[in-house]
């Protein structure tokens, strides 16, 4: 079903974060959005008052009428729903038009220059980063983001620019529907091997969407990767990283909580950038972004002041308070190798301060598969609190507990291990000098009160 010929639009888990910006795309054009979920969310809520049709039972009768037709409504759905859901099974058997949010993704790039964002860690920064770059200068874009830019409250930009910057997402191998202008990748440390089986079938598989990219356009890879790319002719290749490559930054101060480099690009210098969310982890994210943005068409100056003005994204690096006395912050963090980013990113602006780490596995597989490098990444911490882990789509694995990290752990980082309905208590009974709630869980919708927590402590 091409865009033009859709009236109805209905999606079948409807409050995820990917999901709903489709959605908000689709309520945009003025069309009739409704779908499922399984639960109620602050994000569902949010959907529903701007629009969108949404209901909480797995039930065919629910269903609104004008999501009836086949021959007008696009039914799209997210792969963690099960093949024997009722309302998936009506639509199949009733010939609907049924697409992953992936595929309408890829629609998309066939329609607009698509900027596109890969990698196992540091995509949705980056994206988000380029997104607000673009947004405000004189080229815009639309953006389909995978969290919620602190700038604008949602994860999504429209405009009528030709442009739309999209987070290629690897999870079931989602990316390959995309048909990039210009790419950036930005990591290739195995995940999803639940999904994918091997390292090799993971490098593989960015190997292949780098084939994808169209002809005059260009990739952007963070040098160093373990992966081959294989670009179609006429496709530019470009490296970038902190500090080498065709684009990197230079003359980096880190001081007073403030961080200002140099971008050192192939096309033009762009010197005092500024980081609007002074993390280390943004020299490198904030490199990639402002590529991908000049060579698309932003001037130097709209480079800077898109840096400048940036604002993070809810829950990566999302600092909850911040003072003399005590620092907390969330990062959704749940690969070691975004965890070794985010624990050392942390230990580089508080060298001399305590670091604790509230910490929930996500995944049965994952902890498995890198319980070790887990393990690894926390012992740059002074101390670690686990969590049991988070399942998501999974069932137990015997043997798999956050034990395995626990048990290798470095010497030295003093470690406990608790249940999530224990962390409140546990905040309440320590003092922290820098703490951080890692994962990918649902351990963050205790933030809240953490803040609450050790805002009492400062009174």
């Not at 079948?12 to 639960?39: C, E, N, P």
């Not at 001037?299 to 994204?313: F, H, I, S």
Request: net charge negative; hydrophobic share 35%.
């Amino acid at each position: 079903m091409e865009l033009k010929d859709i009236k109805a639009v209905y999606f079948i888990g409807a409050g995820g974060i990917g999901m709903s910006a489709i959605a908000r795309y689709f309520l945009h054009k003025g069309i009739v959005v409704a779908g499922y979920d399984k639960t109620s969310t602050p994000l569902t809520l949010q959907l529903e008052k701007e629009g969108m049709l949404i209901h909480y039972d797995e039930n065919i009768d629910e269903i609104p009428a004008a999501c009836k037709d086949p021959r007008s409504c696009l039914v799209i759905y997210t792969p963690a729903i099960p093949a024997e859901h009722k309302e998936l099974v009506f639509f199949r058997e009733n010939n609907f038009g049924i697409e992953k949010r992936a595929q309408v993704l890829g629609t998309l790039t066939r329609t607009h220059k698509g900027l596109c964002v890969a990698g196992t860690h540091g995509k949705t920064t980056t994206s988000t980063m380029c997104a607000h770059i673009m947004h405000q200068s004189n080229v815009d874009c639309n953006a389909f983001l995978g969290g919620i830019s602190k700038n604008y409250g949602t994860n999504y930009i429209l405009s009528d620019s030709d442009y739309v910057v999209i987070e290629a997402d690897e999870f079931d191998r989602s990316f390959h529907w995309l048909r990039p202008w210009i790419s950036v990748i930005t990591a290739t440390d195995p995940d999803h091997l639940d999904i994918y089986g091997t390292k090799e079938a993971y490098l593989e598989s960015f190997n292949h969407y780098s084939t994808l990219i169209q002809p005059g356009g260009a990739l952007i890879i963070r040098k160093g990767l373990e992966m081959k790319d294989d670009l179609q002719p006429g496709v530019r290749r470009y490296e970038y990283s902190r500090d080498e490559g065709d684009f990197h930054a230079e003359n980096i101060v880190i001081e007073n909580g403030e961080i200002t480099f140099d971008f050192v690009s192939p096309i033009e210098n762009v010197r005092g950038v500024r980081l609007g969310q002074p993390i280390p982890i943004n020299i490198e994210n904030g490199v990639g972004a402002m590529a991908m943005a000049q060579l698309a068409g932003c001037t130097a100056d709209e480079l800077r002041r898109g840096m400048e003005t940036y604002g993070g994204v809810d829950r990566r690096f999302d600092f909850k308070l911040k003072n003399d006395r005590i620092v907390f912050l969330s990062d959704y963090a749940h690969h070691p190798q975004e965890i070794y980013q985010s624990a050392r990113s942390i230990r580089e602006l508080y060298r001399d301060r305590r670091i604790t780490a509230i910490f929930q596995p996500h995944l049965y597989t994952r902890t498995r598969d890198f319980y070790k490098d887990f393990a690894n990444s926390l012992s740059q911490l002074d101390e670690v609190v686990l969590c049991d882990i988070y399942p998501a789509r999974e069932e137990p694995i015997p043997g798999v507990s956050s034990k395995l990290i626990y048990d290798n752990l470095k010497e030295g980082v003093e470690k406990e291990m608790i249940s999530k309905d224990e962390v409140l208590d546990y905040v309440r009974n320590h003092d922290f000098e820098v703490l951080i709630v890692l994962g990918a869980g649902d351990l963050d919708n205790y933030v809240p009160e953490i803040t609450r927590l050790l805002e009492e402590k400062l009174k």
